[in-house]
């Protein structure tokens, strides 16, 4: 029986002494567990430029880092179409560590043990690539609060829209179309999760829209579409879109707008 | 365990000061009222009150300003006893003078008695409030803040000391010196007052163990040419600030950021400012607000009024500026808690 091929491994972390200690103790681990660092990076945005672009089994995800979590960092990374396997640590963060056990993701502590370790990448690599759904949940659970970019998977490639670059949200039929002030992007998530994620930054205007709290410049009286009496948009800042707001949405918005 | 060291209060410190003066004009104003025959006299007789009164408790508080350190260098008891004698000699000696213009006084005898009960309720008073705000009180708050310095902050730590030992071992055993100082000095016997020489030097061991970790993230300023080293403050009153500095301002930036520590004193006050960059949209698990109000309670039990803290978002930073009495350690040599410990 030929040997396995090496395990391929990101190491995402913001500490510098922290990712040569990681490539210290996997070097120590090369006799029993072939492995090979193929990259890492300081930063989550950093990560989701370079990881796609190599060939990675497992990434090594530090939880708390500056711009992006790690758990954000991942749920970005289960947008590729073969994403890796992600092996979280932590130095301690006991609601992370309670949300991992819960749905089950593995996770190590730091300073982090050689066989700890060598159990953690072979069950990765048995186990397979990173899935939304229970990150998803770890996430909400951790209290780490709403993510701060949406990703949209292009070519293989993973393309960050920073939330507070967002003008407003809108369903179509498969798709939520994400507006910023310079362009469009397609996103493959649901309008009402999105609600529930960052509501504190949005207002629902329409059964099928949400828009930046702080986007709002005014209203406007315009006539329905079917012609029956006058309703209200949305004027917006930065573009010139006009956002129809329904009659039930009208009070809350206008309250908004008052406040 | 906590034994309590009876003390007079601190005459010069403006709360005493005040609580003085309330607790001695209440008394006169229940005096008014006992004598008055109506409401409608009450004045009056408040004002009949003052005209003996009110000299004789701003010559005491004159007398206490000046004796102030005299008296703390005296047991007790004869520190109680001195003022107790001394207040009634001043009342009876304006009553006297009183007496000889105006018939209605009350007679020195009864005067004299008068301003003992009163001098013996506020001993009383300070005695008790000691018992129950310090050194016990300010310990508790103590230990509470001790048992508080982040466990994210030494499990990274370790970490980087780890990836230092094959490559630089020097490096690394210095490290783990200053982590067994910081930790030494952090958990030492709670002394009642430190100095402010050995607050800093805490908080230097601290940001040198961070910068291990951080390395060019972490800048820190320090202006401190004109911190007097033998100032007295209470201990662990700069470590959790600079913690919190650190966890909130540096850690949630991806970009180099700096903590400015600057302490200066002016004339009898010491002030101390912290900044460091402010990350509005970082999460906050409340330590912050933990570690604040406990040094703000802690002030307060040691300096009373005469203590402030503020927090303040200045433009891209976050301030904390705190003032409080410039006290001197005293003469006799502070006794090395590191040896004790």
Known sequence: MTAPPPLRIFLVDDERPARDRMREVLGDLAGELPNVVVGEAATGPEGLTLLPQLPVDVALVD???????????ARHLAALERPPAVVFVTAHDQYAIEAF???????????????????????????GAVRREPLERAAAAA?????????????????????????????ELKYVTVRTAEREHLLEESLASLEQEFGARFVRVHRS??????????????????????????????????????????????????? | MNHVRDALPDFRNLGVVARILVI???????????????????????????????????????????ANRWLAGRPYWVGVAVIAVGVMWLTAGAEWLRASVDSEALGVLRAGSFALLLTAFLAGYFHLRNRALSPALAEARLQALQARIRPHFLFNTLNAVLSLIRKDPKRAEHALEDLADLYRMV?????????????????????????????????????????????????????????NAVY??????????????????????????????????????????IALANIRERLQLHFDVEAELATEVSGPNFEI?????????ASRPAPDSRAAA
């Open chain 1, 63 to 73: 939880i708390h880092m500056p711009e992006m979590n790690g758990m954000e960092f």
């Open chain 1, 101 to 127: 056990e819960l749905n089950a993701l593995d996770y190590l502590l730091k300073p982090v043990r050689g066989p700890r370790l060598a159990a953690a990448l072979t069950r990765a690599r048995a186990g």
């Open chain 1, 143 to 171: 209290g780490h609060g709403p993510r701060r970019y949406l990703s949209v998977s292009e070519r293989g490639r993973i393309h960050l829209v920073p939330v507070a670059d967002i003008v407003y949200l809108k369903a």
């Open chain 1, 209 to 259: 829209c949400l828009v930046a709290r702080g986007r709002v410049r005014g209203f406007e009286r315009v006539v329905d579409e079917d012609g029956e009496g006058a309703g209200w948009a949305v004027l917006l800042d930065g573009i010139a879109d006009r956002l129809p707001v329904s009659r039930r949405q009208w009070p809350i918005v206008k309250a908004l707008a008052n406040g």
């Open chain 2, 24 to 66: 001695v004009n209440l008394a006169a104003l229940l005096a008014a009222a006992v004598k008055a025959p109506g409401l409608g006299q009450l004045a009056d007789a408040f004002v009949d009150i003052a005209l003996v009164v009110e000299p004789v408790l701003i010559a005491s508080l004159c007398l206490l300003w000046a």
């Open chain 2, 187 to 243: 958990m030492a016997d709670a002394a009642d007052l430190t100095t402010l020489g050995r607050e800093i030097e805490l908080a230097r061991q601290y940001l040198n163990l961070e910068q291990l970790r951080l390395g060019p993230r972490l800048a820190v300023e320090w202006k401190i040419e004109d911190a007097p080293a033998d100032a007295l403050v209470p201990p662990l009153l700069l470590q959790p600030l600079v913690e």
């Open chain 2, 248 to 289: 909130h301002g540096i850690e949630p930036g991806a970009a180099p950021g700096t903590i400015e520590i600057a302490i200066r004193r002016e004339r009898d006050r010491l002030h101390v400012k912290l900044t460091n960059p402010y990350h509005p949209d970082h999460q906050h698990r409340q330590g912050n607000r």
């Open chain 2, 321 to 329: 500026r705190m003032a409080m009495p410039y006290r001197r350690a």
